[in-house]
């Protein structure tokens, strides 16, 4: 007789083994949040508790400095909220269309930025009660305990009570910005600026991310997003507005695979070339932050929010010559799965089952890019040379890409700039400045900003000095004013 093997574990006792809160919400801040993704998860979260309003506000105050996001949503009632502040928080999702999927993005997110993260909600209409809770890594640090905190009506602050006087909704509070600020002490012009950048980037990302919720389309209501009070404007990669865009009708893929199925769709568009472009300012608009030729490729929206912005998922490599090829993928949550969305939802991959139906889906319109490539370089001047000099093309006018740098003056002197073929102009810094700043990338800006400073830091003597010390009369490199400008601009 054959003697049955017992089961694994059957029989035995189990043991229940409660993580470490210390151990995991420290190490679950490293999920890899950028600032601006990480505003964006929360946004997620207000647009799908129905808000129409989404005020960002940053302040800079050194050790106090504060993010704070609130809306005008359903709101939630105390149980909810903490529930809401629960790794791991559950709730039924709408397979269509849920933004929300993994229950931990308000934690997740919050807390790779800030320290002390605090919800304060109000869902009765008609009573101004507020219920507020935190997470506060100090204590959670000291406890090794999965604890939050009270907080009290007495110790309800205006910053939380004001955004929620005349209607139901949310406020999330990020204080203790150990990561943004990113300085043990975080004082001075520097974290001002350093503050301010971010909060740039901020804007142009969900201008990208939300841009279909901005602009009210699938039949929603506009939704409105202001940063700092400034509202923002919906970023439309394919700038649809544009006469000149062309497009292919849009391809469906059906995918069935383990007995998950869903439609992927498959809309491709070729931007204008820069001649093509309704004004100089709407192509520069449309080079995004990446600038064009990282911004060819694949926007993956999932439940119309994207979750991946340029670049050909492996398919292709960034080419030149397709740089106008843009092409939107969209599906919904049912196939999470299939494309594997991470929790910062800022990464997806292609099902290995549809690269070879979307190579052939975006065939005609990578063809198109490198005709409508071609046209352009046929049309476009060629760089123009004056006295013997090397002169450089204004970027807004001639509109050619950051990236391709045609002539590169060897002095500043040197540099002459061509507004048009007939009209010379010669450039001052504080257009040179302005220019470095627009075409630099995200992460070049940092750079440029940091150089500037530097430069702005050379001083001019004092009469004095120049008196006293036998220094020439003029030491400074005279950028100090014009830098001084831009630097309290920018
Ligand atoms: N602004 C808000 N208004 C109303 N409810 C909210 C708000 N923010 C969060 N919640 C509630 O808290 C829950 C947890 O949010 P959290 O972002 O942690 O997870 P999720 O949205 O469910 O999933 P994901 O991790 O994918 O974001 C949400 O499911 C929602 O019920
Ligand atoms: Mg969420």
């Known amino acids: 007789m054959v003697q049955e093997e017992p089961e694994i574990g059957m029989g035995k006792k189990n043991h229940e083994l409660i993580p470490s809160a210390r151990r995991l919400i420290s190490s679950l801040r490293d999920m890899g949040y950028d600032f601006p993704a990480a505003v964006a998860d929360i946004v997620d979260n207000s647009i799908e508790a129905g808000a ?29 909220v903490r529930e809401a502040l629960r790794y791991g928080a559950t709730r039924e999702y709408d397979e269509r269309k849920a933004l929300g999927k993994f229950g931990l993005g308000l934690k997740t997110a919050s807390m790779s930025q800030c320290q002390h993260l605090l919800v304060a909600s109000r869902s009765n209409p008609k009573q101004q009660q507020i219920s507020a809770y935190a997470w506060d890594l100090a204590h959670i640090l000291e406890t090794d305990s999965w604890e939050i905190l009270e907080i009290g009506a007495h110790e309800h602050a205006d910053l939380l009570r004001e955004p929620l006087k005349t209607h139901t909704g949310t406020v999330v509070l990020w204080r203790r910005l150990d990561r943004m600020l990113g300085f ?255 075409v630099a990338t995200k992460e070049e800006r940092l750079v440029v900003r940091a150089v500037l400073e530097r430069l702005a830091a050379i001083e001019k003597p004092t009469e004095k000095q120049v008196r006293d010390e036998h220094l020439p009369a003029r030491r400074g490199n005279g950028l100090e004013r014009p830098l001084r400008g831009l630097l309290k601009h920018a």
Request: charge should be positive; hydrophobic fraction near 40%; aromatic fraction near 6%.
């Open 52 to 80: 129409s309003r989404i005020a960002i506000d940053v302040r800079t105050d050194a050790d106090d400095s504060w993010v704070r996001i609130c809306d005008d949503g359903i709101g939630m009632k105390p149980a909810q």
């Open 184 to 438: 043990k002490h975080p004082y001075g012009g520097m974290i001002k600026k350093r503050l301010a950048t971010m909060c740039v980037e901020l804007e142009e990302h969900l201008a990208m991310v939300f841009h279909r919720y901005l602009a009210g389309e699938g039949g929603r209501r506009r939704l409105r997003i202001t940063v700092n009070g400034k509202s923002l404007r919906a970023w439309d990669p394919f700038v649809r507005g544009e006469k000149a865009t062309a497009s292919v009708p849009p391809i469906v893929l059906h995918y069935d695979h383990d007995g998950v199925k869903g439609i992927v769709t498959i809309e491709p568009y070729v931007l204008p070339h820069q001649n093509e472009f309704s004004t100089p300012a709407a192509h520069a608009a449309a080079a995004g932050s990446l600038r064009w030729n990282r911004q060819q490729g694949f926007y993956i929206y999932r439940a119309d929010r994207m979750v991946q912005s340029g670049g050909w998922s492996n398919l292709r490599t960034l080419d030149e010559h397709t740089k106008l090829a843009r092409v939107a993928v969209r599906f919904d949550p049912r196939l999470d799965e299939a494309f594997r969305i991470n929790v910062a939802k800022m990464r997806v991959q292609i099902p290995r089952q549809l690269r070879e139906q979307m190579e052939q889906a975006i065939a005609p319109v990578i063809k198109m890019a490198q005709a409508a490539y071609r046209r352009s370089q046929s049309t476009a001047a060629p760089p123009a040379t004056e006295g013997g000099k090397q002169s450089v093309v204004h970027p807004a006018e001639k509109q050619r890409d950051s990236e391709t740098i045609r002539v590169r003056p060897k002095t500043l002197a040197d540099l002459k700039v061509v507004r048009s073929s007939t009209l010379h102009h010669m450039w001052t810094i504080e257009e040179l400045l302005f220019e470095l700043e627009r």
